[in-house]
């Protein structure tokens, strides 16, 4: 596994426990975060801020089902579980692109 999938599955795992410095370690300094339609956020600490979003109760299940990595982007295809405080669960397929820096992520 290279180094750039290595970082992008320690913050997956990061956020499967919850673990705040996990997440924050694998980030550079000047990360943005962008998910269209609903938020954009810069910086460690707006991102340290959303990982625990308050809608949510204790820790999602994160399950990465493949990745793809062409120069410094890696693709990941997953599904994560949430349960909703108010009730409920999250039950969504992701793919994210994330686009590294030295070995961190950067967008």
């Known amino acids: ?4 999938k ?3 599955q320690q913050y997956m795992d990061g956020f499967n426990a919850s673990d705040h410095q996990i997440i924050l370690n694998c980030l550079t300094d000047d990360i943005e975060w962008y998910m269209p339609g609903f938020f ?5 600490e707006e991102f340290d801020n959303e990982i625990e979003n308050d809608a949510f ?7 990465i089902l493949s990745m793809t990595e062409e120069n410094d982007i890696v693709v ?12 409920g669960l999250l039950n ?3 793919c994210d692109v994330f686009h590294m820096e030295n070995g ?4």
């Open 104 to 107: 961190k992520i950067n967008s």
């Open 40 to 44: 954009q956020l810069s910086g460690k």
């Open 76 to 87: 990941a295809e997953g599904a994560v579980q949430g349960k909703f405080k108010a009730g």
């Open 57 to 63: 109760e204790g820790s999602p299940t994160i399950r």
């Open 1 to 4: 596994m290279t180094e750039n």
């Open 6 to 8: 290595k970082t992008v």
């Open 92 to 94: 969504a397929l992701f």
